[in-house]
């Protein structure tokens, strides 16, 4: 490596003039003057990096009150079982190359705030050395994966071999913007869109049309003017999500310094908040410009030639309009380790959000619907994570499955079936203006979006309500 | 007669394919592969440079001020070792340099070209 180091740094001082006193200002230009790791932000930092340590966002895992059967423990992506790329343990880090040698995947890390190291629940200074600070925080970093001369993998800046442009790159610090949350939060799942469905590269360049939020023309929010929180502590749960970091201050549209509980000037319209959440009308579809993952069936592996890559068979839709189902804000979760239960549709929940009618506490929202096919083991029934980063170059699934039950829970050559599993996404995002929003015929007619018998009425209510003011049943 | 003529239209067709295809103008990677990656590749002697080798500010301070005097003497070898600055045209040299701050290490889709 180091006779390689040599040779670019020589490269770039040939190929750069010597200019001092027209280097670009950045916020933190007077603060230090070389970057060496995540130790020059340790040494102002100390306390910030601690309280990052302890956030989901590190982590990957917090205390689950909204998750009725959450038992008090925690639990995040680091340690449960998900529909998509099903488990954190056995893909962490590491380079999967295809046939032609071409990098597949480089593990679930790459969208960990870390340089490579397992988050670890206890605080330490290997551990607070892990963090990589500017992986939210500096505008124009990017990093890559990197095998150590111990033959790990560690991740680190691109420009590792060009001091004055790590330098610059490294004072470039503010407050993380759209940019850089979307870079994880909408690339994960394995492409752009793929997970959930509400949250898009394309926010951040289309019109108030598209997300009255983001947009530029539109409120011109950044994703941290509703999330964020203090201590590196987030607000906002989704519905799918364990961990929820902030449950004194929650987070919702109804929220007096956004628009109140009775935003529209026409009484009728101000009638449903209390019993349909704003996403439900405000919402009309999702995943407007790039198709979402709607069934990832993991039992039937698919070949994509163009990238000599292996994946589960993936369906996806675009313009998807969402299921609508009672939420009050706690969720059953399909816990590893557990036998799973079959609903009524026969299908595993994954994540079912609660409440009902007769819950004071449960409005109406919109929801991506995921399906998926997984495996369980046979016997205990307990969901098996899959080793997908081998599958992804070898398409050999049974060692795969195998190999990922081995690994989450020691049991080696697993017998296993397949479960169809489901899973319910709360879609908050991609909100349009007023104009845009759901008429009242879109729910209240016979080809209305709604299913009101799922949702515990005989019919349409606004039917039963004009029938019983008028006399008759 | 009739499948002559097929033939006839079939190779007209290819020709024409093959004219449009050489006439197409070459984007800013096929550019940078052609001329800078030649001595700039993995374990060149001249030291390996992609774009995401350097930051935007770099990339403008080089072409503004150093491509110049840094290449005024070197010939491209794939190019019948005739003076690289001779062989880019200012038209290719405008297409490499929007390419390789395109992807910069510090843009959004920092990249090698391949």
Redesign the interface.
Known sequence: MVP?LH??A???A????S?PGQA?EYTHQKYFEHYEGTATCLQCHAEEARSFFHSQHYQWRSATAKIVNGGGKEFGKINVINDFCTAVGPSWIGLTNNSRGEAISKGCSKCHAGLGRLPEPGESPEQLANIDCLMCHA????RDLYQRTDGGWEWRP??W??P??LD??AKRIGRPTT?SCLRCHAGSGGGPNFKRGDLEYAVTERDRTFDVHLAKDGAGLDCLDCHGGSDHKVRGRGADLFGDEMPDRPLGCDDAACHGSAPHTVEALNLHTARVACQSCHIPTFAKADPTDMVRDWSTPAYHQEQDKWSATITMAKDVVPVYAWYNGTTRAQLPGVAVTRGRDGRVGMMLPQGDRSDPRAKIYPFKRHLAKMPVLVGKNWLLPIAVEEFFASGQLDAAVKKGAEEFYGVKDAAYEWVETVRYMGISHEVVPARGALGCLDCHSPKGRLDWQALGYRGDPLVAAMRAAHGKR | MKSLLWIGVVGCLVLVGVAMAADKPADGRELYKEYCKSC?GP???????TP???????WE??FA??LEP?HRSVLDPKHDNRPVLEVITPEMLKKIKEFAIEHA????H?MTCG
């Not at chain 2, 995401?52 to 770099?58: D, N």
């Not at chain 2, 290490?105 to 959004?108: L, N």
């Open positions: 390689r040779l670019f020589v490269a770039v040939l190929l750069l003039p200019l670009r505008a124009g970093y990017n691109v420009l071999k060009n004055e442009g610059s790159v940019t | 700039h374990n060149s002697p001249h030291g390996e440079v995401m080798s350097l930051i935007v500010e770099q301070r080089f001020e150093k840094s290490a510090d843009s959004e920092p």
